[in-house]
Nanobody, 119 residues
Framework: QVQLVESGGGLVQAGGSLRLSCAAS????????MGWFRQAPGKERAFVAS????????YYADSVKDQFTISRDDAKNTVYLQMNSLKPEDTAVYYC????????????WGQGTQVTVSS
């Protein structure tokens, strides 16, 4: 089992920045992908970014490429999502998730953290 706890959400004006954190516990993450997803009101949950823990390889949705950066701190077992130049359309609940490198889907999810961008 992997437990995930997100933090760092909040209210920010358009053009501002936020950094989300996701602290993981329960397993060594060397064989995991860590991902960030978001769900806006009335929309389905969508992939934002992911990182393969061991190699640090990153992947991004086209909509956030060059705007968001995913990273990890191995010593803290924490993954981050740095979000810059935020827009009102980035408003959503952001979820952290984990899956093993051989899994096709994410098995572990955090509780989510609200990000609201005002215009």
């Amino acid at each position: 089992q992997v437990q995930l706890v997100e933090s760092g959400g909040g209210l920010v004006q358009a053009g501002g920045s936020l950094r989300l954190s996701c602290a993981a516990s329960g397993r060594t993450l060397s064989n995991y992908f860590m991902g960030w997803f978001r769900q806006a009101p009335g929309k389905e949950r969508a992939f934002v970014a992911s990182i393969r823990w061991s190699a640090g390889t990153t992947y991004y949705a086209d909509s956030v490429k060059d705007q968001f950066t995913i990273s990890r701190d191995d010593a803290k077992n924490t993954v981050y999502l740095q979000m810059n130049s935020l827009k009102p359309e980035d408003t959503a609940v952001y979820y952290c998730a984990a899956r093993t490198v051989v899994s096709l889907s994410y098995s572990y999810w955090g509780q989510g953290t609200q990000v609201t961008v005002s215009s």
